[in-house]
Nanobody, 117 residues
Framework: QVQPVESGGGLVQPGGSLSLSCSASGRTSSITYMYWYRQAPGKGREYVAEFRRGDGHVDYADSVKGWFTISEDIAKDTLYLQMNNLKPDDAAVYYC??????????WGRGTQVTVSS
């Protein structure tokens, strides 16, 4: 199993920036993909971005492309999400997911992002 733990959430004004981190522990050598998802009140969990460990390939949801940047320090088993130009629609609980063939899909507990003036 892998245990992801998110941090870095908080309150930010519209147009502001925030950086999230996800620190993974456990069988981290088995991780092949790491993801960020988010869930706003009353909505389903939404894919945000992914990082593929084998080659560093990244991808984003269309709604955040150009505004958010995903990266990972593999040596530290830490995933990041730099969020710029935040909008009220970006407010949600942000979840980290670590996925691997041997460990399956492992979720963190989330970190709250609030965008409000």
């Amino acid at each position: 199993q892998v245990q992801p733990v998110e941090s870095g959430g908080g309150l930010v004004q519209p147009g502001g920036s925030l950086s999230l981190s996800c620190s993974a522990s456990g069988r981290t050598s088995s991780i092949t993909y790491m993801y960020w998802y988010r869930q706003a009140p009353g909505k389903g969990r939404e894919y945000v971005a992914e990082f593929r460990r084998g080659d560093g390939h990244v991808d984003y949801a269309d709604s955040v492309k150009g505004w958010f940047t995903i990266s990972e320090d593999i040596a530290k088993d830490t995933l990041y999400l730099q969020m710029n130009n935040l909008k009220p629609d970006d407010a949600a609980v942000y979840y980290c997911n670590a996925d691997g063939l041997r460990t399956g899909s492992c979720w963190g507990r989330g970190t709250q992002v609030t965008v409000s003036s």
